[in-house]
């Protein structure tokens, strides 16, 4: 039968199923296609701008020209659907099913434990899964490339490795395959050496490539049979043409020279979503085959300005091994620059043309391009040119030469001549999937046999508008011969070309120049060697600098998980204490689970966009919705005035306005929302809603400006031991010292979500949300619309990631979806957008910490004195909890007999920060252990010693007169010691240190001791509901939250024992305020300590009823003891509660007992340091943490490892930054850095201490979600030791101040080499700097 289809019609396969599509709009992209119309929400929605992975699909494509299939991976979030024509796209739902068969890709993450609150698993899955596709046996590194753009702010990422390194080599599973079963049942494998393992390779399925979707037959026959024709698709603001031949591309640009030329959609796509840019035309020539030939000559390759990033690379990895080694200097330089240039998915669409025209300021290629002397070869309706890339080429910001109407049709790139070397730089504030911070590409070529400079470009990348040369200083040095003198010269040149005001885009300015000048040093060694190597010098480079050339370590190291297997004689049937795997990892691996944003639309459902202040402090004169509610699809504008009960939420030391009344403090404040039928009318609609300002002068924005014009939220605290000012008299020494540590945003993969359903009947609504807090919404909501608690229930079926950020924002901005529906009386979805999201829900608190320190010399600390001042933004929230919570902690381990502190919670006019997981904790913590470092420093002692000298010994009372015993933290302090090696490392890196300039190594151990429990008694409660139905089926509730963190594995795992029936009985469904009523935060890592006691009760008062049934017929199953049951009128169904500790605090006589107990831990951490960018590498971790007995090992150690990476990205990379009129710049993972896999130690060891207990807490177990994210900052002061070597080189000694985080621009002025010594200081009163330091 003839195909009468419109031969412009899209036809794509998803999954092996056909699409046909007559008119897609362009500016849909293929995530929002995959989950709305397809109803395939296994692919995430998360940052939309290609940053994070969570939404990677596989794109295949068959290619007439090679006749092969190529699979690659893609950001679905940049993919225009109008783009897929003839691909075949595969989602997490097409590798396998729970209802099926599951993938092997999916079985190994989930049973390796790599699944937590399982937002990235799919993205993960699917980056794995391309990878296998193209290379079924990959090495690690290949792994490691594959994931470099997938984020997750769970896991740590060690377990995904774990997980997918199995497919590399064949397993060597210790059991045999007789094993009763592993992971996924909660029996643990064992080692070679009899040591429980987490999972048991044996256990997984093979790969099996013949399971895989084929590629649709269909799509290969048209394209060997079919001539492709022009497309064009028509959407609300934007037409789609997508020429199939040069010559029509070429006039289609002649007739539109504003239209973009779509091909990788990595600038295009992310600058209409986030900056507004619309396009009436866009042009799409992908199927144009000209721009992706490849033509070698002698002279070097023309390579299409079609091709992809990945593929360049491909071609020019190839060249590298083919031709001479002196030809491939340029190629080798680009290679190196493309490793890391965004992450896979990133480069598998890009394209060359795409990344030139671009003209990123910090582009990692043009530098390069520029210095390698490349040619564009332009076409356009004048016909065909060549231009070079030179220092006239990049004009401005994004600007080119170019004329709108060229079209780069190729690249040229030259072979590299004799005695010509090229060398590429980049340093980034992470090492992979960031934007370079500067770049850098640098070409030499001497006189032959001679070191007489010929030739010399050297181009660099974030230091101005566009890439830029250095041509003044090229010219100090070429005609000169290469050496000391002359390289002198050209760093003041290089300083006196490159200069930066302090309010250049990106901040940073010192740093940015300092690193053009250690680059050049860089590329002088570089060139040094060679010439050495030539034999064109005589003198080697010497020893100690070698290392400055050398790269940092990379090789990922086998970790080590140490726990203790269970009893022997504990029933193989009693999961407790084994490490069962996350009870949703499956499902969240395949793509099934579902998140509050993957449920089906309700009928007739609105999308409410929150309309936010733009402007610190302001009188709002007006809000006109006019021009909004013109807009097609734009239903109603919501204003305070539309709530009909409560304009304020309340809680614990907090009142907020729900949405702005009549002022704003902050930019970023919530003042009104659009509700429209779709999330675009609702988004188009919010643009265009005009508020008018009166600004108020005076806004307050640092925690200086605020100590300075006294802007405190009351209450303030202090506390004090001993007599701290009259303790100072006493001492040897007095050191005075402060440090600040920056904001952490919570950045969970899941962004607030929420939909509220009105019922329609007796003012009911159910609400649908991502919160820790399902109570805390229920309550703000009933408050808000004046009515009972009783009509409003929530329901969280699972949260993907939180860390303390979903309990007050969500509840507030639940109330105001609420009110839109309720005056609506539709049903409102309110999801926000990452970069919404990261400006309105505030972060972690930023504290500036002062002390002043007294000891002895032989280091005994006597006295000490912190004042610590949160910047705690322009309302409360939980503020003064936070700070109670620091001072609470000052004490850390040391016993330091007269200890005060202040704290203070500065009002700002920021966004309101809230809680973070550690809860202020993180931050005291930091300032003490920075303290006794600095004691350290004074005293010329090791930081060990003086720990190890003052922590708190025998039986103790805290400053707060809280009782406890230290002997688990000592266990901790030597065990930690023992397992890290850590006297001969010490040595060791001392040595190191003594041989190497440039590279130095640093190592720390830290300690800490953590309070579980809510302080405010009356929040330790908890409750649960057991139903059992008549077949036996067990569904459980109870009142915490499952956000990643396991508690509902826990749970499970507590049922099994006390039913003593398999974990598999045990159904959890979801979090509900009409199952378990007026229920606490699932916070505070105390949610398995009361919810565990809970349900415990609820099973053991049905195991108590059944008693008799069982005496009477033992030997009867579960299902029939039920059956019999429920004939004999027992109820099976109960509840159980816990009334948890009475904790307190009385601040008015500064003493309590405001934990139950504590946990401790111990972590030592070795980095080595690039002094002169400030690069580092994490080359090893040893964790030891008392957690009691765990009840889940897996789950327990998943907590350590992901609280870790939180710390480490704390305290070394996240950086939020704020203008000067107080507005977010850092709004998406562009901006701001969470640790990705890069990050992760190279060997990261965890071991839980043996032979603990615990009185306080379900089966001896301890709180673990928290305490150990402070460990991170071993990195920290692992850095700081680096860099102490690094200022004695430079004749610096005594006590220095490095901030947190201690980003690489930190780092490396900190170490004070001597080009960053030749940097001078930017006056801060020439130019309004970029950010501030709030
Ligand atoms: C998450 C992320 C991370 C990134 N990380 C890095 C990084 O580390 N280093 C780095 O250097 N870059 C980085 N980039 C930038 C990326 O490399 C560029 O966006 C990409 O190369 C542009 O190519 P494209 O095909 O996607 O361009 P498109 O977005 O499709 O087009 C971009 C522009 O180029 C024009 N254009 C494209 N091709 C041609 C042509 N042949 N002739 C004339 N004009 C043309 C278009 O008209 C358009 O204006 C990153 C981008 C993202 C989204
Ligand atoms: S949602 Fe696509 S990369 Fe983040
Ligand atoms: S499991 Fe990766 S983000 Fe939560």
Redo the contacts with the bound molecule.
Sequence with gaps: MADKRNPETLLFYVNGKKILEENVDPETMLVFYLREKLKLTGTKHSCG???CGACTVMVSRYQPRTKTIMHFSANAC?LPVCQLHLAAVTTAEGLGSCRTRIHAVQERIAKAHGSQCGFCTPGMVMSMYALLRTRPQPTLDDIIEALGGNLCRCTGYRPIIDGFRTFCRASDCCQANSMEGCSANGQSANDKNGAPELFCKDDFRPLDPTQELIFPPELILIAESQRPITQTFQGEQTTWVSPVSLEELVQLKGRYPEA???????????SMKFKGSRHPVIIC?TRVSE?YDITHTPQGVWVG??CT?SAVKALLEKLVLELPLDQVETFSALVQQLG????WQ?RN???????I??A?P????NPVLCAGRCVLRIISQGGEREIPMNENFFTGFGKTL?NPE????SVFIPVSEKGEFVRAFRQ?PRKE????TV?AGMRVRFRPGTCMVEDLSIFYGGVGPCTVATTKTCQHIIGRPWNEETLNDAYTALLQEISLPPSAPGGKVEFRRALTLSFLFKFNLHVLQKLREMGIILEDVQGEMVSAIQGLPEQLQPCVQEFQEVPQDQPSLDPVGRPLMHRSAINQATGEAVYCDDMAKVQGELFMVIVTSTRARANIIKIDDSEALKLPGVVDVITTRDIPGKKFLSFPGMEEEVLAVSEVTCVGQMVCAVVADTKEHAKQGAAVVKVDYEDIPGPVFTIEEAIEKHSFFEPQRMIERGNVTEAFEKTDQVFEGEIHLGGQEHFYMETQSMIVVPSGEEKELKVYLSSQHPTYAQESIAETLGIPSNRVSCHVKRVGGAFGGKVTKTAMMASITAVAAWKTGRAVRCVLERGDDMLITGARHPVLGKYKVGFMNDGKIIAADLQYYSNAGHTADESILVIEKILLHMDNVYNIPNLRGWGMACKTNLPSNTAFRGFGVPQTLLVVENMVNDVAIKLGRTAEEIREKNMYKGQSLTHYKMEFDPQNLHRCWDECLEKATYHSRRAAITKFNEGSRYKKKGLAIIPIKYGIAFTEGFLNQAAALVHIYKDGSVLLSHGGTEMGQGLHTKMQQVASRELRIPASLIHISETSTNTVPNTCPSAASFGTDANGMAVKEACQKLRRRLEPIIKENPKGTWSSWIMKAFLQKISLSATGFYRGHDLYMNWEKQEGQPYAYFVYGVCCSEVEVDCLTGDYRTLRTDIVVDMGKSINPSIDIGQIEGAFTQGLGLFTMEELKFSPSGVLHTRG??QYKIPALCDMPLQLNVHLLAGSGNAHAIYSSKGIGEPVLFLGSSVFFAIKDAVVASRQEAGLSGPFRLDSPATPDRTCLACATRFAQMVPASDPESSQPWAIHV
């Design positions: 701008g290609g940053g940049l973009p030329l779509v091909l990788g959609n990595t600038n295009v796509g992310p020539p721009l300005a079609g990033l890391h240039l965004g992450g990133i669409v890009a394209s060359l043309g795409g990344n025209v671009s990123y910090n582009s990692d290629l170019l060229d079209v780069v049709l980034a999937n960031a934007l370079a770049t993972p562009s």
